[in-house]
């Protein structure tokens, strides 16, 4: 497997329309996020997912040259082997500088 590459894009740089949070559900838990719609050309950005010393660690890299289109992104935790981290309150967003900020867990209890 090939080391995950470094992120490219500060937190405090990305136009959310929904901030990054872990939602619980179900004893499930999905990352939660929506990039705004801007008026010029929107980029998609790629989100990679990477574990190191105990953390779970999201972030983007790009952008590419693909239109984002502003939809609400539910990505399992599952898929990332992320569970642990959610279960421990142990994932943040990593920035290019190395500067993490938390991502809240929140209940949906539908």
């Known amino acids: 497997m090939l080391p995950a590459p470094d992120p490219t894009i500060s937190y405090d740089d990305i136009w959310f329309a929904i ?15 929506r990039l705004k719609l801007l008026d010029d050309i929107n980029l998609r950005k790629v989100l990679v997912a990477k574990k190191d010393q105990g953390k779970g660690y999201y972030y983007f890299i790009g952008p590419v040259s ?14 990332d082997e992320f569970v642990k ?3 421990t309150d142990s994932i943040y967003w990593l920035d290019p ?3 993490e900020t938390k ?6 209890n539908g």
């Open 66 to 79: 693909s239109m984002e289109y502003g939809n609400t992104v539910e990505r399992p935790l599952i898929m």
């Open 97 to 99: 500088d190395g500067h």
């Open 19 to 33: 901030p990054p949070v872990i939602v619980k559900r179900d004893n499930n838990y999905y990352l939660k996020y």
């Open 85 to 87: 981290y959610a279960e």
């Open 103 to 108: 991502i809240q867990i929140i209940e949906d």
